[in-house]
């Protein structure tokens, strides 16, 4: 069966803390990993990853996967309160049509 | 254009009722989702439609309905749903696989519709 696992479940911090949220997958017919965030409904996609070892960055945040030991991070340095919200890991799946399996997720507070 | 909008925004149902859920982009995506997300757990996939044509059913109960009648547009008919089909209801669009290595990239959700069933 396909899954996608997150770590931690939930991350309480302070501002200016820098946090690393982790993702590992054991999937069949892997295609790419995807984070997205979401704050109250719908999710908001942030990076999309498809080759090993190739950091993916926007502003305070960067983001690399690592195929050969099937994980996935995501780093969020000088945090503010405005990334409180739940981080979502989604692993892409190829057949003969691409299919979105979602982690668990992480639930990030980010306090002043 | 780069929205994908669902409506109603809230929906409350009894368990007798039959009502509709409807999805709406022009961002030209052949590939149209619906996900189920009940509080603090992640979207769970239902359908995948790839150029109108249903291709992913997730053994989704047949009280829930998906259409497809163009290529802009996606529904989901829900009929003698239960208490526990109470979630937000996502969907989400992006370009259709291709069969190619070159991955069609990210799905772009809409703002979901937050379903209850008395």
């Known amino acids: 069966e396909d899954k996608v696992v997150q770590s931690p479940l939930s991350l309480v911090v302070h501002e200016g803390d820098t946090v690393t949220l982790n993702c590992s997958y054991e999937v069949t017919n892997f295609r790419s990993l995807l984070w997205y965030k979401q704050e109250k409904k719908a999710p908001t996609f942030l990076f999309m990853l498809t080759s090993s070892g190739i950091e993916k960055k926007s502003g305070r945040l960067s983001s690399i996967l690592d195929k050969k030991e099937l994980f996935s991070i995501l780093n969020i340095t000088a945090t503010q309160t405005g990334d409180s919200a739940v981080y979502l890991c989604a692993v892409k799946l190829f057949y003969n049509t691409d299919k979105l399996i979602f982690g668990t997720g992480t639930r990030l507070q980010v306090f002043p | 254009d780069t929205e994908v909008t669902q409506t109603p925004k809230h929906l409350v149902m009894g368990m007798t009722n039959k009502k509709s859920l409807k999805c709406e982009q022009h961002?030209?995506?052949?590939?149209m989702y619906w996900y189920k997300q009940k509080a603090k757990k992640p979207p769970e996939l239902m359908f995948v439609?790839?150029?109108?044509?249903?291709?992913i059913n997730e053994s989704v109960p047949s009280r829930f309905s998906p259409e497809c009648p163009n290529s802009s547009l996606l529904n989901l008919h829900l009929h003698a749903l239960q208490p526990e089909d109470s979630a937000l209801y996502l969907c989400?669009?992006?370009?259709?696989?291709?069969?190619?290595?070159?991955?069609?990239?990210?799905?772009?959700f809409g703002e979901g519709s937050r379903l209850t069933v008395l």
């Open positions: 961002m030209g995506h052949r590939a």
């Open positions: 989400a669009s992006s370009h259709p696989t291709s069969g190619g290595a070159v991955d069609p990239g990210e799905l772009f």
């Open positions: 439609y790839s150029y109108e044509k249903l291709s």
